[in-house]
């Protein structure tokens, strides 16, 4: 340790100012705006209990023991689920609100630049270093092409579906005539009957399942792995870079 090093390093406080004064300058940029990052962080709880709640609306429990009066799991379980699905509607609409008002990175999630050359290059590259076939990848600031791929056509797209069918059924259970009844009742129809729509929205789970699964194994691999910070550019707004 050199004089300079012990002078300011003070012991088991983990202070060391010195060490600070040698430390490499990491470049950042301001990429997700509060609203952003709030709004990730609570749609993903959304879809959690979605998800698990949909789940064992399904699949509900073996036969709970008593009376039936002297309980109400299920009607926690789908009161849950309809809650979780006013916060994913809503929270979509503030989020598309925020699109056109925040920064340009805020839009990325709603169209992927499919007629551009370049980002088909960049696809190219990034699906060769997910393969393993590229030592070095490139540095993204926004979300690199193929996650921006997989978060308009898996997961928007997913969304506005399970909103869509969701309220459908949700306005059957409220009757004809409700809000959600008139607004998508149309749904029902379309694809059949309510048995169908129960269907494609049960489907639309193991989609979004598959989306979070491959979704969390890329944030973390690239943040370990990739050139740029992943998990805590989406609690922080900044995105730092790597050599
Ligand atoms: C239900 C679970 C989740 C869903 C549905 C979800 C969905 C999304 C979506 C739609 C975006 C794009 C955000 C935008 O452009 O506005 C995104 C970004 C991101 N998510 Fe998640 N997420 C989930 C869980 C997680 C978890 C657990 C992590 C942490 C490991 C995470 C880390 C990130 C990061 C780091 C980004 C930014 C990626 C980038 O900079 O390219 N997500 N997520
Ligand atoms: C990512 C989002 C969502 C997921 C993963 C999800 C999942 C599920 C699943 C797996 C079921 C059981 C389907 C069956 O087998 O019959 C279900 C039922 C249902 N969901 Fe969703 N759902 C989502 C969003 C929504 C939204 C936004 C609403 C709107 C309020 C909604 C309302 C309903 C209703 C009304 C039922 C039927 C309840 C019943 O029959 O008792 N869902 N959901």
Same mark, same amino acid.
């Given at each position: ?5 012990a ?40 879809i ?5 709640? #949909?789940?064992?609306? @399904? &699949? ?11 309980h109400? *799991? /299920? $009607? ?26 925040g920064?340009h ?33 490139n ?12 978060m308009?056509f ?10 869509a ?5 949700? #306005?059957?259970?409220l @009757? &004809?005539?409700?809000?959600?009844n ?7 129809? *379309? /694809? $059949?009957?309510?048995q ?35 998990v ?12």
């Open positions: 340790m050199s004089s300079a090093t002078s300011t390093a003070v012991q088991g406080t983990g202070t060391d100012e010195s060490a600070v004064a040698r430390a490499a300058t990491i470049k950042s940029v301001y990429v997700y705006e509060a609203p952003v990052r709030l709004w990730h962080w609570v749609n993903a709880l959304a959690v209990v979605l998800g698990v709640t #949909g789940y064992f609306i @399904g &699949s509900p429990l073996p036969t709970m023991p008593g009376e039936a009066s002297s109400f *799991l /299920m $009607g926690y379980i789908r009161f849950a689920h309809f809650a979780a699905g006013y916060v994913l509607a809503i929270g979509l609409l503030g989020r598309i609100y925020w699109a056109l008002v920064n990175h805020a839009r990325e999630l709603f169209y992927v630049p499919v007629l551009q050359r370049a980002y088909w290059r960049e696809m190219l590259a990034t699906a060769k270093w997910y393969a393993f076939l590229s030592k070095r990848p540095r993204y600031v926004g979300h690199n092409p193929m996650a921006r791929f997989a308009f898996i997961f928007f797209l997913c969304t506005i579906f399970m909103i069918t969701g309220f459908a059924l949700y #306005g059957e259970g @009757g &004809s005539g409700s809000w959600a008139r607004l998508f009742g149309w749904v029902i129809p *379309l /694809m $059949g009957q309510s169908d729509v129960h269907t494609w929205h049960h489907l639309g789970l193991w989609v979004m399942v598959c989306f979070i699964i491959l979704h969390v194994y890329a944030a973390i691999r690239e943040d370990i792995m990739g050139r740029q910070s992943i805590s550019t989406m609690l922080s707004g900044h995105r730092t870079f790597k050599e």
